[in-house]
């Protein structure tokens, strides 16, 4: 049976704490605020536009279209990231439409690690980055946002890389450096002076930066997202990379774009020919139409890319409250819709011996859905082997829920804590 093992190289990388905390959800039905998905309707016009997708007279709608994206898609894509990059963008060269930003990772990890080169990657990270980097033959080189204060509210902003760690971490063999900016699952949104200091050294040692900026358009006031693509020097060695599925509120669309200078696209075009192929056109169709809606009332009041962020900021505030008013310590994001909070306070309300994994976080988590009902995901999936144990204080919520259900959340931690300080006056 050797024979069918796993191939050598996906080994190490078979487990995901999404495969597992599903599964401890579809057991356990708690409320889950685990993964990270609106659960109320996107916009009506992106759903109408499909709809009209669907029933439109033209018949090739329903089949193959262009492999590195649909005509209509990269036309909007083009237009929409000429104005905000402040570049020209060639639809045909510059873009690739892809499974998900999944795929645009994918093809963009894939297309440009050759066997022993080195990728920085920031800690925490959007956990599929460092198994991406192992098959392809990649050393992964990482590095923690360290938070830099120990006491009151904390901010995304108190995370921080130490610069002179940046530094020590770029060589000759480096390769690349992933940013997540707006960041899952911190929520951080780096600096100007921070993406300055991370260009510099990508220029310093010709290194590719891929952007990962699907929480683009999830952005706290005063906080602005800035593409580390418009700095200097960056254009030429940058990969975007963003997410319909963020933009749109429809995750289960599962469409994705990375774009950058064609000599760089080519590589992910490569791996995507060989690979996906081609996109599901009737979606890509109604995400264009989304992008042509939202174009011309860009930075606008009605525009979705607006609104969403204002109608997401009093959840996170609501979610930051309760939080705090249980006992817990979050990190208030200044983008994206996940919160971070430190449980140890609450510790000793906590059977953490009846649960066997080796992670503290990930017990926390366990005996929280099985036992009160509310569902997180461990931080210290976030991080590698050699770094789990910085993140074993902390869970991370997502907040883009209807307030119904945070409400419930707010209920079910409620009545936990008074329960158990109830139980131990007694
Ligand atoms: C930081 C980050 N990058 C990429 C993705 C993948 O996006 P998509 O669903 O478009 O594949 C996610 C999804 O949660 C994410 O949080």
């Given at each position: ?39 109320f ?85 959007f ?40 530094q ?41 930066c ?14 602005e ?86 109608e ?18 979050p ?41 009160v009902?509310?569902q ?51």
């Amino acid at each position: 049976m050797d024979k069918f093992k796993l191939p050598q190289r996906y080994i190490g990388n078979d487990k995901s704490v999404w495969v597992e905390y599903i599964q401890l959800a579809l057991e356990h039905k708690p409320l889950n605020l685990g993964q990270g998905f609106p659960d109320f309707p996107p916009p009506d016009y992106i759903t109408e536009a499909l709809k009209t997708v669907c029933t439109s007279d033209n018949v090739l709608l329903h089949q193959y279209t262009r492999g590195f994206g649909h005509p209509r898609l990269v036309t909007a894509l083009a237009q929409m990231y000429s104005q905000l990059i402040g570049k020209k963008i060639d639809p045909q060269t510059e873009i690739l439409v892809t499974a998900g930003a999944y795929g645009a990772l994918y093809s963009s990890i894939l297309g440009h690690i050759e066997e022993g080169d080195e990728a920085i990657i920031i800690e925490p990270y959007f956990d599929c980055y460092e198994p991406m980097v192992r098959t392809a033959g990649g050393v992964p080189k990482f590095i923690p946002l360290r938070l830099k204060k120990s006491s009151g509210p904390i901010s995304s902003g108190d995370w921080v890389l130490d610069p002179t760690e940046l530094q020590n971490m770029f060589n000759a063999k480096t390769k690349l450096i992933i940013v997540n900016t707006p960041h899952n699952p911190l929520g951080k949104v780096f600096t100007k002076q921070e993406l300055e200091m991370i260009a510099d050294l990508c220029k310093k040692w010709n290194v590719l930066c891929i952007s990962d900026e699907v929480y683009e358009w999830i952005v706290y006031k005063p906080y602005e997202h800035i593409r580390i693509a418009t700095l200097p020097g960056m254009w030429e060695r940058t990969i975007t990379i963003g997410s319909a599925g963020k933009t749109f509120s429809v995750t289960g669309w599962k469409t994705g774009w990375a774009y950058g200078p064609a000599n760089l696209i080519r590589n992910l075009q490569v791996v995507h020919q060989n690979s996906v192929y081609t996109c599901t056109t009737p979606i890509q169709e109604a995400i264009a139409l989304g992008f042509e809606k939202e174009f011309p009332r860009l930075g606008q009041t009605d525009c979705y890319f607006v609104s969403l962020p204002k109608e997401l900021e009093p959840k996170r505030n609501y979610m930051a409250d309760f939080l705090r008013e249980v006992g817990m310590n979050p990190t208030v994001p200044e983008g994206g819709y996940f919160m971070v909070a430190d449980w140890t306070p609450l510790a000793s309300k906590v059977d953490l011996n009846s649960e066997k994994d080796q992670y503290k976080d990930y017990r926390f988590t366990k005996w929280m859905t099985k036992n009160v009902g509310l569902q997180g995901i461990p931080v210290s999936a976030f991080y590698s082997d050699a770094h789990k144990h910085i993140a074993e204080d902390f869970v991370r919520y997502c907040f883009i829920k209807k307030d119904d259900n945070l409400k419930k959340a707010c209920n079910i931690l409620t009545k936990w804590k008074n329960q158990r300080e109830g139980e131990s006056t007694k």
